[in-house]
């Protein structure tokens, strides 16, 4: 670690992410004093094998304590493939470790990512930041979206000058507004981030149903298909979309998606299900205070050209993926957590009102040392 000009020192942070597409695992090393992004490292993907998948698919929306065996093994697979991953990189002075989200209800229950940093910094010899979400569920806060705050780094980083927007479409879409003029995260007026609906949670789960794929590779098959227009409206009539944000979603809060299209041919149901997702995301954009200069994607619905045609002829600013940047869309949320892991160790705030309407800027997380002093 070093000083490199700043109070708090950079660290060389590895992030790792599995999210609510159930894929595989992420991995991305940030340089950050937490405020600052000065360098990007190596990155690296770990994908679920199919047996896997299932056992983690098994066991979504299970809480702790119910139904022990299902959780178990899924907790098996999210360390192992976390340390197989993980442990491949050298010279990390921190990880941030998000774990795998099987049940969020922040209203309800509260958020549960499965997988323990405790175990994971033993085995890895290195510090480790995780628990992300639950301080800020715990202060009233949705407890996501986390990484709005890593965006408007990212256009700080971009030496942005007007409102810009990042649009992730994982399992679930989540879009960033950030005004890149406000120098703090959490100053009011500088951010305002929320999950927009499904994104490609639906598509998969209908790929896998109906055609035993994991997902609908370049659209091909919504390309195909015609858009059942009412079972669209009856997607949009859900209130969650004139819900004001902050607002966030559980991966199977739309389950009833694939139910309006049970009785479209495939490729229908897959373009209607790709249609929904847009709608979604142009329903969230009304919310925006002002309009962004651009819309950056990230996320694998950035490679589906039938989504991102969908949203480009819908939407008056450009819709590039983050590529056009000069950012990596597959990594950035595995780079987030790293940022968030840094902000974690310096005592910095990781949310605020604006992104998941917690009453105050709070920091969540928590670090695990494989030894004492470990990082200290």
């Not at 670690?1 to 991995?27: C, E, H, I, Q």
């Not at 969020?104 to 323990?116: D, I, L």
């Not at 896998?208 to 858009?227: E, K, N, W």
């Amino acid at each position: 670690m070093s000083k490199r000009n700043s109070s708090r020192p950079v660290l060389r942070v590895l992030g790792a992410m599995s999210g609510t597409s159930l894929d595989g695992v992420d991995a991305a090393v940030v340089e950050t004093d937490g405020q600052r992004i000065t360098g990007f490292g190596p990155s690296a993907y770990r994908r679920y094998s199919d047996a896997e998948r299932a056992c983690l698919r098994a066991a979504l929306g299970l809480w702790p304590g119910e139904a022990p065996d299902r959780l178990a093994a899924a907790e098996a697979v999210i360390q192992t493939a976390h340390a197989e991953l993980l442990s491949g990189f050298e010279g990390i002075d921190l990880v941030g470790f998000h774990g795998q989200t099987l049940a969020h209800e922040p209203r309800g229950r509260g958020t549960f990512q499965a997988g323990n940093g405790a175990d994971l910094a033993r085995t890895l010899g290195v510090p480790v930041a995780w628990d992300f979400r639950s301080a800020d569920v715990a202060m009233g806060g949705e407890g996501a979206p986390l990484a709005p705050f890593y965006h408007h780094a990212l256009a700080r980083h971009l030496s942005g000058t007007r409102p810009m927007a990042f649009l992730n479409l994982g399992g679930v879409g989540n879009l960033t507004w950030v005004d890149p003029l406000h120098p703090a995260p959490e100053t009011p007026g500088a951010l305002l981030s929320f999950d927009t609906g499904p994104a490609n949670a639906p598509i998969d789960d209908l790929m896998q149903a109906r055609r035993g794929l994991a997902y609908d590779r370049d659209g091909a098959l919504a390309a195909q298909g015609t858009v059942a227009e009412g079972a669209l409206e009856l997607f949009l009539d859900d209130p969650y979309f004139s819900r004001l944000p902050p607002k966030s979603l559980d991966r199977n809060d739309f389950a009833t998606m694939v139910r309006l299209v049970g009785e479209l041919c495939d490729a229908d149901a897959a373009a209607t299900l790709t249609a929904m997702s847009a709608s979604a995301v142009l329903r969230g954009m009304e919310h925006l205070p002002h309009p962004p200069e651009r819309l950056l994607v990230t996320g694998g619905g950035r490679l589906n050209p039938v989504l991102m045609e969908m949203l480009a002829v819908s939407l008056d600013c450009p819709v590039v993926p983050v590529e056009d940047a000069g950012l990596d869309g597959d990594m950035l949320e595995a780079q987030a957590f790293a940022f968030l892991a840094a902000r974690v160790y310096h005592g910095l705030p990781t949310s605020c009102a604006g992104t998941t309407g917690v009453k105050m800027a709070i920091g969540g997380g928590e670090i695990s040392r494989p030894t004492a002093g470990a990082l200290s």
